[in-house]
């Protein structure tokens, strides 16, 4: 490896590391700590690639690419990061940086990059946007390789004019792939559309969808369980789309392609969704992300809750061995309710193990009375719960919280009383049929033998 490398960051200790290896692989090397004395060197011609952080004392790494792109066209800059987050990675993508690290990094694997960039000419890129600040809404945060792969993927599909197919078991964030997609796009100021197989129906159905979405992006829900009518129609759709329509992406938790050779579903059908397929993995095979998972939500909650908590050492050790059949959304549900049953700041594994256990069955409240009516028997259970906070007010949004908080255990008994028969629950409940699916996955109510989606 031959070259020099301008290396930005405020830890010492990364400096040291990486000045030292990229000597020894025969490199001249400038090391700082300061983001005005990079942009300095740039500006004096010096360096023939950059490696950068992002938050440095003086400035963000991400949002100097531009001005280095201005100064010196073709100077590849790769990015290293301890906000492992996927905007991080879009922000990236967006400013046009010639690679993407998260940290801690493989030194190895960063050091095959730097050869790369070295040896790569690149054209002179144009002058990108400033990059957006992240959201705090999207739970997609991870270092894990196959997080970060995805990362990469999703930032350089953004813009790129195919569909895209996102697969993964309920819960893993398949949506908020889609969205974000979407939210950093060049469409980002047209409609974002979700459809079921039931908004294709009528004669006006396929109209009316692409009338809403206009040239914005259209995202099929849990396409696998669209049937051979809603499928036909679909494929009709995508026929009669023209330039101007919207972008195609789908979600699936089942596997299309088994599907397909099932016969359960068309293969015109498939090969027209799947232009790009996102893979998001299961949040048992990224167990090391679970921390930061963990981080991300408490830190949001009491941003919303003004309720600071944080997982003892005991109860982050059976959260990271938790199967979580329910994935990150299952994650993200108990530890929102444990920023409110939490007695103490410091949430213990005994809150947590009842947390995890608050889905099984439970005995009789003691003390209940036999034919006391409903609300009496809910105003008993609300009073307990306005007691608990020991004379102070519970946090705010506690109306939302507490209907929430029943409409679980309805939804589960009434799945069991119908024999998982979703058409007769929903009836059952005076509610769509459609509404009830989107309730199953949005309140991540784990579906038994008993409880089929039909």
């Not at 010096?46 to 963000?60: A, F, H, R, W």
């Not at 559309?193 to 995202?219: E, F, H, N, P, Y």
């Not at 994650?331 to 213990?348: D, F, G, K």
């Not at 029943?406 to 007769?424: H, S």
């Amino acid at each position: 490896m031959d070259g020099t490398i301008l290396v930005a960051d405020d830890d010492r200790t990364i400096r040291t590391v990486l000045t030292q290896a990229l000597t020894r692989a025969g490199c001249k090397v400038h090391a700082t700590s300061s983001l005005m004395t990079l942009m300095r060197w740039v500006e004096e011609g010096k360096g023939d690639l950059v490696i950068s952080d992002v938050i440095m004392p003086d400035g963000n790494g991400l949002q100097a690419l531009p001005q280095i792109a201005r100064m010196r066209p073709g100077l590849p800059v790769i990015v290293i990061s301890a906000q492992n987050t996927i905007m991080t990675a879009i922000q990236a993508a967006e400013a046009e940086a010639f690679d993407y690290l998260p940290k801690p990094f493989d030194l190895p694997d960063l050091m095959k990059r730097s050869a790369r960039a070295l040896e790569m000419k690149r054209h002179a890129p144009k002058v990108a946007p400033q990059p957006r600040e992240a959201g705090d809404d999207l739970p997609l945060v991870g270092r894990t390789p196959a997080m970060q792969a995805l990362y990469r993927l999703v930032a350089r599909v953004m813009n790129v004019d195919l569909a895209v197919l996102i697969t993964g078991e309920s819960g893993t964030g398949k949506s908020l792939i889609a969205r974000a997609i979407h939210d950093f796009s060049d469409r980002r100021g047209q409609p974002f559309v979700v459809a079921q197989a039931a908004d294709l129906a009528g004669v006006d159905g396929i109209s009316t969808l692409l009338s809403r979405a206009k040239g914005g992006s259209l995202v099929l829900d849990e396409v696998a369980d669209f049937d051979e009518d809603a499928q036909a129609r679909l494929v009709r759709m995508l026929d009669i789309m023209g330039e101007q329509g919207p972008r195609i992406m789908a979600t699936s938790q089942a596997d299309l392609a088994q599907r397909m050779e099932a016969g359960k579903f068309r293969k015109d059908l498939y090969y027209r969704l799947g232009g790009v397929t996102i893979s998001v993995p299961p949040l048992r095979e990224r167990v090391e992300d679970i921390p930061l998972l963990a981080e991300h939500v408490l830190a949001k909650g009491e941003r919303e809750m003004g309720a600071t908590r944080r997982l003892s050492a005991e109860a982050m050790a059976l959260v990271r061995a938790h199967p979580w059949p329910g994935n990150v959304r299952q994650l993200e549900n108990m530890l929102r309710r444990l920023l409110v049953t939490a007695t103490e700041p410091e949430i213990s594994k005994a809150e947590v193990e009842a947390a995890l256990g608050a889905a099984a069955p439970t005995m009789p409240v003691k003390g209940g009375m036999e034919g006391e009516k409903l609300s009496a028997s809910i105003a008993r259970h609300l009073k307990r719960y306005f007691d608990l906070h020991g004379g102070q007010l519970p946090p705010a949004g506690v109306y939302d919280r507490i209907l929430h908080e029943m409409e679980i255990p309805l939804i589960e008994i009434a799945l069991d009383a119908t024999g998982g028969n979703q058409a007769r629950c929903a009836d059952l409940l005076g509610i769509n049929r459609n509404t009830l699916r989107k309730k199953i996955t949005d309140l991540d109510i784990r579906v038994t033998r008993r409880r089929k989606l039909m």
